[in-house]
């Protein structure tokens, strides 16, 4: 995208912020596989740290919790990818969760209100990460936008 920013002077606090996204997925998946790992695969779980949850959620939220914490650990803008792609598969699996919220046979994922909210959520944290992080050489990445609109700092 053309209009995305590149060197942008907050991008270490996005990739902090992308840093905490995932460590809290991790964490989240960690728990909630401990806390559903006597019970069935899916189903309605149980409840961690306020979500509901099941063994299946809990290793896919696990699963992109480490690749987002990957992603961020390597940086040179696959990060950006990472989050970006992540971020829209969380949408699309926040509105599935939402459209079967009260359904037992097709809420696979043991989903909860709550979860469906927190998972909106961590998808738009993740794209708006991603927006932000881009990185390029000084002499790819173009002027300031003060310096092309004739503008002093």
Sequence with gaps: MAHTPV???LRPIYRIVG???GAYLVAFGIIGFIS???ETFTGPGARALGQGSNLLWSIVVLAIGGLVLLGTAVGKN???LIDQ???WGLLVLGSYSLCVLRTDEVNFFGHTMSTVIVTYLV???LITVSLYSKSAPQSKAGAPR???EGRTA
Excluded: A, C, K
């Design 146 to 148: 003060q310096v092309r």
């Design 78 to 80: 696959i990060d950006v």
């Design 19 to 21: 840093f905490i996204t």
């Design 36 to 38: 559903t790992s006597g």
């Design 85 to 87: 792609y992540l971020g």
């Design 7 to 9: 060197n942008h002077p």
């Design 123 to 125: 998808g738009l944290l």
